[in-house]
């Protein structure tokens, strides 16, 4: 398959903490590949690498067979690179639509509607993410897992070639997580690549095709989740060995 993102060597360093240390893999097209690792492991830090938000210590980056390392974080989304964060961050005085709009002025400035309506791709993104009802409400009416949807729904319009999530289900409980482990599935089937970081081991089970295992700014392992999770290098470092019976509760 081909590979959407690639990264040789990467390494983040503060001072003489070495948030990720010398890190290269590659993300296949069209499939849903996580990150698990303790706290401090350096997964945000990676994430923040690759969307351009840190600056590399050294290493090299790769989107679409394009170097990028160098590039500013300001071009990465009119790359085809979306993402979302740990903390939910919507304009509480827009409505779902006009947050949701916001990816799709981003993407496309000069097309910006007049008139009357949404854009296409707008209401398209609302679809996808089951918020078309919901489009006229305020995000402080919506649960916290709804809201999280409208995150998505802004990453998406902006038609990425890959997404990137950074723990899109912390605060929500397992109805929602179940929830957002399918949308995940199903825009993946719908052909968008993503990254999702994760402490709930459950649901990267549950959502991944390929999983990667950090501790202390490596790279421990990759595979098959149910390889990656069995690994005793991984339960010692994260899971321990009865993680299953608190997997959906990290």
């Given at each position: ?115 009357r309506g949404l854009p ?76 999702l970081i994760e402490h ?28 990656v999770v069995a690994d ?19």
């Amino acid at each position: 398959m081909t590979n959407v993102l690639e990264a040789s060597d990467v390494a983040v360093h503060y001072g003489g903490v070495r948030a990720v240390d010398g890190i290269s893999f590659a993300l296949e097209e069209g499939r849903i590949s996580g990150i698990i690792g303790p706290n401090g492991s350096g997964k945000s830090t990676l994430v923040a690498a690759l969307t351009r938000l840190t600056h590399l210590t050294r290493g090299e980056l790769s989107f679409a067979g394009a170097r990028y390392e160098s590039v500013r974080p300001a071009s990465i989304a009119s790359m085809g690179v979306a993402r979302t964060f740990q903390t939910v961050r919507l304009l509480p005085d827009l409505t779902v639509a006009a947050n949701v709009q916001l990816g799709h002025d981003a993407r496309a400035r000069r097309d910006r509607p007049r008139g009357r309506g949404l854009p296409a791709p707008v209401s398209q993104a609302l679809d996808r993410t089951g918020l078309a009802e919901m489009a006229h409400v305020l995000p402080s009416e919506l649960s916290y897992g709804t809201q999280r949807r409208v995150e998505i729904a802004r990453a998406i319009v902006m038609a990425p070639k890959l997404l990137l999530l950074d723990e899109p289900t912390a605060g929500m409980n397992q109805s929602e997580r179940r929830d957002i482990s399918a949308l995940l599935r199903q825009l993946r089937d719908e052909g968008l690549t993503q990254l999702l970081i994760e402490h709930d081991v459950q649901m990267m089970l549950d959502t991944c095709d390929h999983l990667f295992a950090m501790a202390q700014g490596r790279l421990l392992t990759e595979g098959r989740p149910a390889d990656v999770v069995a690994d005793a290098r991984v339960q010692e470092a994260y899971l321990g060995k009865g993680w299953k019976a608190h997997a959906g509760d990290q």
